[in-house]
């Protein structure tokens, strides 16, 4: 799998969060639909308007091993002081992290991605998962159901 190291430091983020299991795929249909809705009321195009060097980002976060449940949230890196009352802040912490590239239509090009991730790339390198938030990261501005359409995901890492 084509990836990349990149070490980089706390940062804040802010957005809209939903909480979501991993039973039966129900955070992909969760996580798409959420995605449906923040691009269609108008928060995605008000989030842009605000994000970092990193784009938008979908992070999965507050991670329940037991429950099987997750929070995701819809963000950028804040760079504004006053967060609007209904947004979310997080801190992101430091992190060495592996980088990898995802090529195609959102949200189908995604999962299949992870799943290789875990499959192939975490049982083939000795890297083990350092436990912190994952992201999805929308790097472009381009049409996110074009085949041609890049992203990355985001994986904190230890040896």
Request: aromatic share 12%; net charge negative; with cysteine.
């Amino acid at each position: 799998m084509d990836y990349k190291i990149v070490e980089k430091g706390a940062f804040s983020v802010v957005g809209k969060s939903i909480r979501t299991t991993t039973v039966g795929g129900e955070n992909n249909r969760k996580i798409a639909s959420f995605w449906n809705e923040v691009n269609s009321n108008g928060f995605a195009d008000e989030l842009a308007k605000n994000c970092g060097p990193l784009g938008l980002l979908g992070i999965c976060m507050e991670y329940d091993k037991n429950l099987e449940k997750l929070s995701y949230l819809i963000a950028a890196e804040k760079n504004i002081e006053s967060v609007p009352p209904d947004w979310e802040e997080k801190i992101i912490p430091a992190e060495t992290w592996a980088v990898f590239p995802v090529r195609g239509a959102m949200p189908d090009a995604m999962p299949g991605v992870w799943q290789r991730i875990f499959s192939e790339w975490f049982p083939a390198t000795g890297y083990e998962h350092a436990g912190g938030p994952e992201m999805e990261v929308y790097l472009s501005n381009d049409d996110p159901s074009s085949e041609n359409y890049y992203s990355e995901i985001w994986i904190p890492i230890k040896k």
